[in-house]
């Protein structure tokens, strides 16, 4: 008997440009009350900003899907495919508030894995203080801790203009997954 509900198959839902704005409110809404929770203060500005948002969604290579469970929105996930190098990120993931601690982030990043079976690695960041993130991508997931982004050794990705401006909470984890081949 599994330790979790049966909700039946977590499918995921290419997100369209009319649910957009949905898609964000949910995505802030879900890391609004970890970080606020996390940090032990209230935030004065949605996290992640609506710029970051917009960034990742509108990249190159970025899909945003919808993570549903019976034709009912739980959750999203914005990923970066490059279908040359095989080598794939995950710039957004996130399950709402209500339906947490259910198992469901583990089969809707299980979807993902099954969408992109070619990916040779996945990558993701997550704030150093999100201790729930982090057991997460390393002990559900498999992924591995590879680098810590501080104020000695910044994100090479970021902007200039983002680089630790909020001292301890700009410290990142950078995560990867190595995908097994199928017939080694």
């Known amino acids: 008997m599994s330790e979790y509900e049966d909700f ?3 499918k995921l839902q290419k997100a369209n440009a009319n649910s957009f704005s949905e898609f964000k ?3 802030q809404s ?5 970080a606020e929770a996390d940090l032990g203060h209230p935030l004065e500005e949605p996290i992640p900003s609506d710029e970051d948002i917009e960034r990742s969604v509108k990249g190159e290579g970025a899909v945003t899907y919808w993570i549903m469970v019976n034709d ?4 999203g996930a914005v990923v970066v495919i490059d279908e040359t190098s095989n080598r794939n990120s995950l710039s957004f993931f996130f399950i709402s508030t209500d339906w947490q601690s259910r198992g469901l982030g583990l089969q809707a990043w299980k979807a993902i894995e099954r969408e992109y079976p070619s990916t040779k690695t996945w990558e993701t960041v997550t704030p150093y203080f999100e201790k729930r993130n982090i057991h997460f991508y390393v002990n559900r997931c498999g992924f591995k801790i590879v680098e810590f982004y501080n104020k000695f050794h910044p994100d090479p990705n970021q902007r200039g203009d983002q680089v630790h401006q909020g001292g301890e909470e700009d410290e990142m984890f950078r995560f990867m997954k190595v995908m097994e081949a199928e017939n080694t």
């Open 30 to 34: 879900s890391f609004w009350v970890a």
């Open 25 to 27: 409110v949910a995505l």
């Open 72 to 75: 009912q929105r739980v959750g």
């Open 8 to 10: 039946g198959i977590v």
